[in-house]
């Protein structure tokens, strides 16, 4: 699935057609995402005792919702929010945030710059991907923390409902062809992606959002199918007619199932000699 750099690089960015940000829905479908994450994201990131004066940068912000919750936990720090388009971002209103059109493919950070660096739902989405946990480490400070949590749709292909996995199979084929991303093998492969970054205290965490036809995983997962269905049709993975029949087949009532998991991986930086530790796996 993860495409090589000769394969890739004529293809269009994150947001240049799919996903854009100007999908009329974009800032619901990407508030209902961060809504269905946010809990299991900040409940890992709590459990680290991040310091009020950590300096923390999030990748790829979206509508910001994590890294205002970072900035909360460190008043006397600093969050450095960035992504390529900061539409969403740039009205947050934070003492403690910053934010900074920045692209992780391109643009670097001084070495040991942060104490946690955190990406989600980026890396998967961008061909680069392989190389991007070890430059990520060389940011973190000794004793620093990177944390990468991204989607798989391996529970889409063992759903008992067609629908769901027809869905499951026509957004993987269709993000890997349009954009080069891989939203099936590379997060399943966690934290395998980390072995290489010289990291300690590797980990991983796993959740599987329940999808109905009124909860916000599931409003989320019908406004995502509902922006990429130009595309999905596009690619030939299903006809317009099938993508509506889908659509409407996940708005019944009594529709209930789960099509992908959210999965993070973890690592820290080794500390110097004689630095007091507070990590676990
Ligand atoms: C699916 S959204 C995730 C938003 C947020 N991280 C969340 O989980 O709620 C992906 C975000 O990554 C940003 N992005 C895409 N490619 C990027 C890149 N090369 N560098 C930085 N950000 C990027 C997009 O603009 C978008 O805001």
Redesign the pocket.
């Known amino acids: 699935m993860a495409n090589g750099p000769s394969e890739t690089h004529e293809l269009p ?3 240049d057609e799919v996903f854009s940000f100007t999908y009329p829905a974009q800032t619901e479908r ?1 508030d209902s ?2 809504d269905v ?1 946010d809990p299991a994201t900040t409940a890992d990131l709590a459990r680290w005792d991040l310091s009020p004066g950590a300096h923390c940068l999030e ?5 910001g ?2 890294a205002l919750w970072l900035a909360d936990r460190c008043p006397d720090g600093s969050v450095t929010a ?4 900061l539409r969403f971002l740039s009205g947050l209103d934070h003492p403690a945030l910053r934010v900074l059109q ?4 391109t643009q670097s950070f001084p070495p040991e710059s942060f104490d946690l660096v955190v990406a ?3 890396l998967c ?2 061909p680069e991907r392989a190389a991007l946990p070890a430059r990520m480490a060389s940011w973190l400070k000794p004793g620093g923390r990177l944390y990468i949590e991204d989607p798989s749709f391996f529970p889409a292909a063992s759903s008992p409902d067609p629908v769901v996995r027809r869905l499951g199979e026509a957004v993987t084929t269709t993000l890997a062809r349009a954009l080069g991303s891989d939203v099936a093998a590379w997060a399943r492969s966690f934290p395998a992606p980390l072995n290489a970054s010289g990291l300690v205290g590797i980990g991983m965490r796993i959740h599987c959002p329940t999808l109905t036809a009124t909860n916000t995983a599931g409003r989320a997962w019908a406004l995502s199918i509902a922006d990429l269905l130009p595309t999905i049709e596009r690619e030939g993975a299903l006809t317009r007619d099938e993508g509506v029949a889908a659509l409407e087949h996940l708005a019944r009532p009594g529709f209930i199932d789960t099509a992908h998991a959210m999965i993070a991986m973890w690592g820290v930086r080794p500390p110097n000699p004689h630095t007091e530790v507070r990590h676990t796996g």
Do not use: N, P
């Not at 990748?59 to 509508?63: E, M, N, S």
């Not at 960035?82 to 388009?85: E, M, N, P, S």
């Open positions: 960015s994150y947001g990407l995402l961060g994450c990748i790829g912000a979206g509508t919702s994590l960035t992504d390529t388009d920045h692209d992780v493919r989600r739902s980026v989405h961008l």
